[in-house]
């Protein structure tokens, strides 16, 4: 009996269904639809994050043997890996802080597996992807611009002890800034799909108002993200392409960026407590006050915890606490406010789960570079997988539920664009 009537059917690498062509909904429309649940859930309601994500992998799957499955030997590294985490359980004290780092890591097991069955999008989904996510990202933008235009003295001052603007996504500004980023190299990857002038006027103006947000956002991780990208695009432009366009590009990267710092008073202020961070990390001060200073003393206490459990790692229930037992030992300075898991993914899987577990996670970070091929493609995945991976050597970021979408679904969504990228059921 077919439970799902409505939907195509689903072992067609093209589906040719759009919205509101026909009377019935093909499997990547339903997708589109879960994307955009995604989205919308990650930047305001996150029950409907952990929905969509659920009704995503379903759809992808539905129909698909799970013999299938198993050829997907990215798929099955990464779920070595998380089973690692899970096993800690034995010598894990903390059994809840335990269940939740596991729980948080279950889209792993979930969307590289649903994601490569799904057929090509349509030209058609892709502008209504483009359409729906920059808007929620623009009505994001503008509800922290509001902030700053209600308040504007208080948030300048704000700025230059580090404290932010409110964003979507529970005021989690590192992800949200790291969503727009990659949502605009998304854009600027399916170009050609937008093909009218009007479309790519549309899609060029929402880009270049998020680029400018992103200044007055003035997120390190994202502001960095944005102009490595950049970069990129310039050298590619330069080198394959052999255009004056991209040394242009190049040239224009300092030029912009000391612009914006002149005209962007919250742009500015980050610099300034950017020289400030590095001045205290040159005096060797070890209290921690500054961000990339504690970032520097939390990579110290960790390699020292991870060299006295090399195997097994501490457990990932009490990564913290054992930390904690770090700081008091050789930075008793620092305020506990200040204590922190290792900044650094890496370092992270080492200290809860040992250092065979982080080769199999290192494995797992660099087996996509064996889908590159000599394609326009490739190099959009490439820019977005580099990007990804110096997140995670600044960042836990898979420590965290908002940290696991945005790696794990942008990933995904440009390993889409491949040609290799999906899989016939």
């Excluded at 610099?271 to 110290?300: C, F, T």
């Excluded at 995670?392 to 679904?409: K, S, W």
């Amino acid at each position: 009996m077919d439970f799902y009537p409505f939907i195509h059917p689903v072992n067609k690498l093209v589906d040719k269904s759009t919205f509101l062509n026909n009377n019935k909904l093909g499997k990547s429309d339903i997708a589109i639809i879960c994307i955009l649940g995604m989205v919308a859930g990650f930047l305001y309601p996150r029950v409907l994050l952990s929905i969509s994500m659920f009704l995503f992998g379903v759809t992808a799957l539905w129909g698909v043997h799970p013999r299938h499955w198993l050829k997907d030997k990215w798929w099955l590294t990464g779920v070595l890996w998380v089973a690692l985490y899970a096993i800690t359980w034995f010598w894990s004290e903390d059994k809840h802080n335990w269940g939740t780092r596991l729980e948080v890591k279950l889209p792993f097991l979930l969307l590289p597996l649903a994601f490569p069955f799904l057929p090509q999008f349509t030209t058609r989904q892709i502008r209504i992807l483009a359409t729906g996510i920059g808007i929620m990202l623009l009505a994001g933008a503008g509800y922290s611009i509001f902030f700053l235009i209600r308040d504007y003295d208080f948030y300048i001052k704000e700025y230059s002890v580090s404290h932010m603007l409110p964003t979507p996504a529970r005021y989690d500004y590192i992800r949200f800034s790291m969503t727009i980023v990659l949502f605009i190299i998304w854009c600027l990857g399916n170009w050609s799909t937008f093909e009218t002038r009007r479309a790519k006027w549309l899609v060029g103006s929402c880009i270049t108002i998020l680029a400018v947000y992103m200044h007055i956002l003035a997120a390190k991780s994202g502001l960095v993200s944005l102009y490595l990208f950049i970069f990129l695009w310039g050298l590619y432009e330069t080198i394959a392409k052999r255009k004056l366009a991209g040394l242009l590009v190049l040239i224009a990267i300092p030029v912009v960026f000391n612009i914006a710092l002149k005209f962007i008073p919250t742009l500015y202020e980050r610099k300034e407590q950017l020289m400030a961070s590095i001045w205290m990390i040159r005096v060797k001060d070890k209290g921690g006050n500054y961000a990339d200073q504690s970032r520097l003393i939390s990579y110290d206490i960790s390699k020292n915890i991870i060299l006295q459990h090399p195997m097994t790692g501490v457990g990932t229930g009490d990564m913290l606490a054992e930390m904690k037992k770090g700081y008091a030992q050789w930075y008793p300075q620092v305020e506990e406010r200040n204590m922190l898991v290792p900044h650094n993914q890496f370092l992270t899987v080492a200290l809860g789960c040992g250092i065979p577990a982080m080769l199999v996670f290192v494995l797992w970070i660099f087996w996509p570079l064996a889908w590159l091929r000599k394609n326009r493609e490739s190099f959009f995945f490439f820019s977005v997988w580099l990007i990804l991976l110096v997140q995670l050597m600044i960042e836990p970021a898979l420590e965290v539920q908002y940290g696991v979408f945005v790696f794990i679904f942008f990933l995904l969504l440009f390993r889409h664009m491949l040609p290799a990228g999906r899989r016939q059921a």
